[in-house]
């Protein structure tokens, strides 16, 4: 495994295996990844046999070697493009052809006092409502597969006493039509700074989302700013709080339509010992929807690449049934979980989920639906866990004439090397 690694690793950065001594400090790791689910009535009608099922799969792999003292390299690797039951993928010699490399960058140290990430890479934090490049995490939308790709660019970060500062300049996408060479690419740039005060965890964040590639002439600039909050209860032992607010600014230059989106989401919590460790967590979410396409305000919330996803169903991508068309978001979620204190290895957890919008568009309720998911999790080690799960998704039924739920049921395995 760790030469095959190592071949990805060079073939990545120098295209041929002449310059083995970039293996210097070689270090690896990854995750095999498989869901097998099945779905049914997705069109909520029981009468109609739609049953269907699937298994996913994705292998990642991360390498990272020293070039000299004070640069390394970083590369990744995933593959993610097959399903059980489809064809053998041949020749077998062919197989590196089929990686994707995800990664490719270069780590300098302390460079103008700064530690600076030059390449493609990921960025940010999976469940992000604002900005995540990268692999898409549970729950795993279907297929399991590179939702929000890594970004090329620049990314640097700093330490000053209390304080720890980011940046990022880079393009999501470059032109590849011949003439337009600018004008439809996509650009981002930000900047976010963290640190603590009075035991409160604080974040802020500002960034630009400039996308050429809408119709021409009209370029979109998209200012998110936004803060993030976190602070553990002293008073009551276990008890954690969370929350975080983004607004958008900008406009497009043609017509000047502004953006004037916002969202916030809200957590907590709470974990006590009984017969073993149980826990229970609440959520609430909120984005604006917009209603009125003629005026010069775009009032629906616009993320940068966001990653919210809550549900096993919602979240994957797997509710699609539904009838009308709606904007924004409000999503309600409650949950719980044990861990049994003589059957440590495995925990169970339930969740609920309320899901609505802001605006109902054409929609008779702006009520979407509710979803239970409960969730069993078999931790064998640090390296291995298997889950099984069950999820039901119950949509309103004023919006759609047929009502019976959707079900899933699944079990995903996870390794890690």
Known sequence: MKKVIGILALLAFTGNFASAELLKNFKANGQVEVNAYNTN????????????????????????FDLNDDVSAVVSAVKCDRQYGTASQTPAGATIDIFTFEQAYLNLKGVIGLDHKLGRQYYGEAGDMVVYYGPAMWPYPSKIAL???????????????????????????????????GKQDINLSGFN?????????LKGY???????????????????????????????KNLNVAGEYAM???????????????????????GMDLMGKLGFDAEYYFATG?????????????????????????????VTGINGTSTGNTTLNVGA?????????L????????????KKGNLVKTHIGTETDVVATWTHSDNVNVKGYYAMFQNEKKNKATDDAETMMGAAVNVKF
Request: net charge positive; no cysteine.
């Open 41 to 64: 009535n997705a069109d909520f009608n029981k009468k109609v046999n739609d049953k269907s099922g699937k298994t996913d799969t994705r292998v990642m792999i991360n390498a990272g």
């Open 147 to 181: 939702l929000n790709p890594a970004i090329d660019g620049w990314t640097s970060t700093y330490k000053y006493g209390n304080w720890d500062f980011g940046a990022i300049i880079a393009k999501q996408k470059q032109s590849a039509t011949v003439g337009q060479e």
């Open 193 to 201: 700074a963290m640190t603590k005060v009075a035991d409160v965890n």
């Open 206 to 236: 500002v960034y630009q989302k400039v996308d050429n590639n809408t119709s021409a002439g009209n370029a979109d600039y998209l200012d998110v700013a936004g803060i993030k909050a976190k602070y553990a209860i002293p008073m009551v």
């Open 248 to 270: 958008n600014m900008g406009k497009m230059t043609n017509g000047g339509l502004k953006h004037k989106g916002f969202a916030y989401k809200a957590n907590a919590d709470y």
């Open 290 to 318: 917009d209603n009125n396409a003629t005026d010069k305000s775009d009032k629906a919330f616009k993320s940068i690449n966001g990653d919210y996803r809550p549900g096993i169903m919602m979240g994957g991508g797997f």
């Open 337 to 345: 979980n044990w861990t049994y204190e003589k059957l440590e290895k």
């Open 347 to 358: 925990n169970i957890a339930a969740k609920y989920y309320d899901f609505s919008a802001d």
